[in-house]
């Protein structure tokens, strides 16, 4: 299963997310990911485990598990490096040890006092208030990504955490159109409005957080997770299917990609088993009326701002 992208790229529906993975686990994760189908990785200068990825992604080249152009590998640039976008795409290709990335993200829109190209700090200011750098525009930041294009550094670029009017924005400005929007979306927090708009305006919508989180989101964040719903629960016992699977078939379903992540082997092997099911139209308005509009993962936590306020 995979979504054509604007610009013609194929983009694996189904993607690992690599964040709170940690370092010693990666080369089994992602050796066995491989050898399960995965072929979509989701990473970011932020997760400070690029270097782990990169270590295991080499491994698996040159033992002959996968060939390069079979994957689909994403990272994102941070928000203290908007002013650097160049240097910080060749830190993270040097860490991740590829000479071009499938698709370089915006990771928030928000650019930070620059600290050092890979060194991803939060920048709060003395006052406890996010140090925002404001000479930095988000359309600056946009056009130095369309000049990694022309490089050859990557293949499609894209945005993530953008509401509507700066996806809008967005596109008014680009000369290169954003290929992918990634953001926070799931049963609990369905967003149909952002996700239509992206895609009507052929903006693929990747779901970050597709199964809500789950028990992590609610030690980090005290968020509900969607995995207990009673209705989901039904569902996965009408479909003899896991929670999970239900919660990401729905997520395929609506034409979005998931990037599920799991630090456990056999739950690697229950969320890329979906395409053997179909949810009915009537149970994909089943689960459209649990939406909750409730996010799961507050960056407000760490930053001392609420960027979604
Ligand atoms: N662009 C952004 O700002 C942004 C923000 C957040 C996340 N992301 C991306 O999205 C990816 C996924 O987000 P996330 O990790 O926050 O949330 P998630 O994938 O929705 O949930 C991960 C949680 O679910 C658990 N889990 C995984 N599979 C399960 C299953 N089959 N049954 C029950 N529990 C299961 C995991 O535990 P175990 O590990 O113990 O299995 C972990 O606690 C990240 O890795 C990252 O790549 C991007």
New binding site residues.
């Given amino acids: 299963m995979a979504i054509t992208l604007n610009n013609g790229f194929k983009m694996p529906s189904i993607?690992?997310?690599?964040?709170?993975?940690e370092g010693k686990d990666i080369r089994n994760l992602i050796i066995n990911a491989i050898k399960l189908g995965y072929r979509h990785f989701?990473?970011?200068a932020d997760?400070k485990n690029e270097g782990e990825v990169g270590e295991a992604l080499a491994e698996a080249f040159q033992t002959g598990l996968v060939k390069r152009d079979d994957l689909f590998i994403?990272t994102?640039l941070w928000n203290s490096d908007h002013g650097h976008v160049l240097e910080a795409c060749k830190d993270s290709l040097k860490k991740l040890q590829l000479d071009y990335l499938d698709l370089y993200?915006v990771?928030?829109p928000i650019a930070t006092k620059h600290t050092g190209v890979g060194t991803t700090s939060s920048a709060l200011d003395e006052d406890g208030v996010l140090d925002i750098d404001v000479t930095i525009s988000l359309e600056t930041t946009w056009h130095s990504m369309e000049d990694l294009v022309s490089k050859g550094l990557v293949r499609s670029i894209g945005i993530?955490?953008y509401d509507i009017y700066l996806t809008r924005d967005c596109l008014a400005y680009a000369k290169v159109k954003p290929a992918v929007n990634?953001?926070?979306t799931?049963p609990y927090f369905q967003r149909e409005s952002l996700v239509k708009f992206c895609q009507k305006h052929g903006v693929c919508v990747?779901?970050?957080?597709?199964?809500?989180?789950?028990?992590?989101?609610t030690?980090w964040f005290g968020s509900v997770?969607c995995?207990d719903d009673p209705i989901l629960k039904g569902l996965g016992e009408k479909y003899k299917k896991?929670?999970?699977?239900v919660v990401?078939r729905w997520g395929i379903q609506r034409n979005t990609i998931v990037?599920?992540?799991?630090?456990?082997v056999e739950?690697?092997e229950?969320?890329i088993k979906i395409s053997d099911f179909e949810l009915s139209n009537e149970d994909m308005d089943l689960i459209k009326s649990i939406d909750r509009k409730a996010r799961?993962?507050q960056?407000a936590v760490f930053w001392g701002i609420d960027l979604f306020a």
Avoid at 15 to 21: A, D, I, K, P, Q
Avoid at 206 to 217: D, K, M, Q
Wanted: proline share 5%; glycine share 8%.
């Fill in positions: 993607g690992l997310g690599v964040w709170r993975m989701d990473c970011a997760y994403t994102k993200l990771h928030f993530s955490n990634q953001i926070e799931h990747t779901a970050h957080t597709p199964l809500g989180g789950s028990v992590a989101n030690e997770s995995l896991s929670v999970a699977q990401l990037i599920p992540k799991s630090s456990k739950r690697l229950e969320n799961t993962n960056p």
